[in-house]
């Protein structure tokens, strides 16, 4: 079942992600055993949801249409935060689709925690990515000079 987007916020949807990141973060360095395997389902599940939702919420109210209009010399930088975006959802569901393989448990969990820990790797630099072009913005309307 689809979660609804009316009344939600792109901030709420951010805020879920990055509980639900800290959640497989955790799970990571406690290493992932059978069990642990058959909690990150749900957990990417909700993960993979929260990052459509957002994306879809945030094209659908135009996110980032003021920063390209007052500054259109950032729209490559905007058009790769949001392809970036849309491939590390891509990517966390073909990882979710990977868990259900016939592996031996041992094989299954160490690739599933290699590739999960490069991909929360991948989700934090996207989010320093972005948070650096929010603040080139900020400072550039702030500072006039541009």
Do not use: K
């Not at 990882?95 to 690739?111: G, T, V």
């Amino acid at each position: 079942m689809q979660p609804t987007l009316v009344g939600r916020q792109p901030q709420q949807c951010t805020s879920l992600t990055w509980l639900l990141v800290g959640d497989i973060r955790e799970m990571l360095q406690d290493h992932l055993d059978e069990e642990a395997l058959r909690w990150l389902h749900p957990i990417l599940d909700a993960l993979i949801g929260a990052m459509n939702e957002q994306s879809e919420l945030t094209s659908r109210e135009g996110w980032y249409d003021d920063l390209v209009g007052s500054f259109p010399h950032l729209i490559s930088r905007v058009a790769q935060i949001e392809a970036e975006q849309t491939e590390l959802c891509r990517s966390l569901r073909r990882l979710r689709n990977r868990i259900d393989r016939a592996l031996p448990l041992s094989r299954l969990a160490a690739e599933i925690e290699a590739d999960l820990g490069n991909w929360v790797s991948l989700m934090m630099n996207h989010s320093h990515r972005e948070a650096v072009l929010l603040q080139d913005v900020w400072c550039t309307e702030i500072g006039g000079e541009g």
